[in-house]
């Protein structure tokens, strides 16, 4: 009896013990974190708009809390909102315990180009002014929360870099030296390189069968009627300006592509009109298949003409975006340029590199049609906003025009074409 009473009061003891254990675990245990993110876009609940991280720490209780009883007050608490709807802006998670602080403020990605600052007001011009003294007459309860904000993401920085020095410490990268793989690197290149040019040539071949073939028919026909052939194949030549114009394809035209296969066709149909020549001649194999090579490299030329004229003329919308994208990046780092030399530009597009920008964007090829201005990174200077259409870059780097006034248009960049964009409503020089 005695032992089935102690049985059962241990059994009692173990249940109590676990419905003890059980609301402790289910609990949500404390989350101490800091996090720092940029964000391209506007903050939408449920949609990130591009956020990067920048930095921060999860489960520190030291950092998150040093941070909250620093800065929390500035904030009341609260969260702040500091930006316009679709913004850049930094953002900030902060949580210590049960007490969570949520803020996002535009004013760093904005005063990235030095002639703004933002205020309580919203943006304001800095340009012949000091930032410092602006702010300082500024509401100072905003001034204090832009201030904390910038501390909160010096810390954030700080504690990532030291996240990643720590974690390369250690789990350092293996040591891999470039000379073990450089063979059958080289070989696999190669043979790439080889595979490629042989479907490329096929791909060609198989292109060049219509301009191969009008070609070959006159040729042929020549041949049986006792005529001239290379008198008949230069005149199918002159007549087949593609593969002619395809050697700078600014020249290549729509008509062309047609044309070229049209014209030595219409040279057969003359050759079958005419009457039998008097060219009986005997060949050797080289005179017989010497001409046919030279057509089918002419054939072969005028596709690949016809190939990226059409290629190109399918991808000018993209490309003229593309173009007017690198136009802003260009400008952007200027704009740094000119705030880090208190007012100057540079003397050459070239000053930008690498400091403010690794290189210089390529201008993709514009199409109308026809090929108007090819691949280039060329930067002509000019004493104003006077576009030639040379294709390339245009900066005017004048301080000061002819008659010794200051310049309006110095420090401009543009791109170097006068031709109007697809919509039609301005010359792409004009942006």
């Not at 404390?30 to 939408?44: A, F, L, Q």
């Not at 011009?125 to 904000?149: C, H, M, N, Q, T």
């Not at 403010?356 to 964007?361: G, I, K, N, Q, V």
Request: glycine share 8%; hydrophobic share 40%; with cysteine.
């Amino acid at each position: 009896m005695r032992t089935r009473d102690l049985r059962a009061g241990t059994l009692a003891t173990a249940v109590a013990a676990l419905a003890l254990a059980l609301p402790a675990s289910a609990a949500p245990q404390p989350r101490h974190m800091i996090m720092c993110s940029e964000v391209n876009g506007p903050p939408v609940p449920g949609i990130t708009g591009g956020e990067v991280t920048l930095g921060g720490s999860f489960g520190d209780p030291g950092l998150a809390g040093r941070l909250w009883d620093s800065y929390a007050a500035d904030f009341d608490g609260k969260d702040w909102d500091n930006l316009t709807p679709g913004s850049h802006h930094e953002k900030v998670v902060l949580e210590s315990g049960d007490r969570k602080l949520v803020l996002r403020s535009r004013h760093r990605t904005v005063e990235r180009d030095p002639r703004n600052v933002v205020t309580s007001r919203g943006v304001e011009s800095a340009v012949g002014k000091d930032k410092a003294a602006i702010l300082a007459v500024d509401d100072p309860a905003y001034v204090r929360r832009r201030e904390a904000f910038d501390a909160i993401i010096a810390e954030c920085l700080a504690e990532g870099a030291r996240n990643q020095a720590k974690s390369r410490a250690e789990a350092p990268a293996p040591r891999v030296r470039a000379e073990d793989y450089r063979p059958a690197s080289e070989v696999k290149v190669a043979t790439q390189a080889v595979v490629f040019a042989v479907y490329f040539a096929g791909l060609l071949a198989l292109l060049s069968l219509p301009w191969y073939g009008s070609l070959a028919l006159t040729l042929s026909l020549a041949e049986k009627n006792a005529r001239s052939r290379l008198g008949w194949l230069a005149a199918a030549l002159v007549l087949s300006p593609l593969g002619w114009a395809s050697i700078d394809l600014r020249n290549v035209r729509f008509w062309m592509i047609p044309l070229s296969v049209l014209a030595p066709l219409l040279c057969a149909l003359l050759l079958k009109a005419l009457p039998r020549g008097e060219d009986e001649a005997p060949r050797t194999k080289a005179w017989t298949w010497g001409p046919r090579a030279v057509i089918l490299a002419y054939a072969m030329l005028s596709a690949q003409g016809a190939v990226q004229y059409t290629a190109y003329g399918m991808t000018a919308g993209s490309s003229e975006k593309a173009n007017l994208g690198n136009l802003g990046a260009v400008r952007s780092a200027l704009s740094i340029y000119y705030g880090d030399t208190e007012g100057a530009y540079p003397r050459d597009l070239t000053a930008l590199m690498p400091k403010y920008m690794t290189e210089l964007p390529e201008l993709k090829a514009l199409s109308r049609g026809n090929i108007i201005h090819l691949p280039s990174r060329k930067v002509k200077n000019f004493p104003g906003l006077q576009p030639d259409d040379a294709g390339g870059w245009g900066y005017v780097n004048e301080r000061l025009t002819p008659g010794g006034s200051p310049n309006p248009d110095y420090g401009n960049v543009f791109i170097n074409c006068t031709h109007e964009d697809l919509s039609q409503r301005k010359r792409i020089a004009d942006y």
